[in-house]
């Protein structure tokens, strides 16, 4: 089971970017996939997270109606758009899988991470 994420970069306040998250490993079930980050200083945080068969999302209240959240199960890839970014978005990013859990947001249900990609939102 293996996730590998990418996309990070720096960015200016208000722009855009795409995070992705390639999922191998799975192959008879498909998990739930969670995005997470952590700043300099502080705890890892709750993003964003798609159910299995990609029917149903949440999002942290910090995030909800500029980032999205997508899956390609065919292409075994889920993506976090993030728009209109801010500096307090700059972290490191981990996109993680969770078996037992179709929507959770703690981190202590999922079993599977990533390596991170950092994103810094900076001019």
């Known amino acids: 089971v293996q996730l590998q994420a990418s996309g990070g970069g720096l960015v200016q306040p208000g722009g855009s970017l795409r995070l992705s998250c390639a999922v191998t490993g799975f192959t008879l079930d498909r998990p739930a996939i969670g995005w997470f980050r952590q700043a300099p200083g502080k705890e890892r945080e709750f993003v964003a997270v798609?159910?299995?068969?990609?029917?149903?999302?949440e999002y942290s209240d910090s995030v909800k109606g500029r980032f999205t959240i997508s899956r390609d199960n065919a292409e075994n890839m889920v993506s976090l758009q993030m728009n209109s970014l801010k500096p307090e978005d700059t972290a490191v990013y981990y996109c993680?899988?969770?078996?037992?859990?179709?929507?959770?947001?703690?981190?202590?249900?999922?079993?599977?991470w990533g390596q991170g990609t950092l994103v810094t939102v900076s001019s």
């Open positions: 798609i159910s299995g068969h990609g029917r149903n999302t």
């Open positions: 993680a899988a969770s078996r037992e859990f179709s929507l959770s947001m703690s981190s202590y249900d999922y079993n599977y």
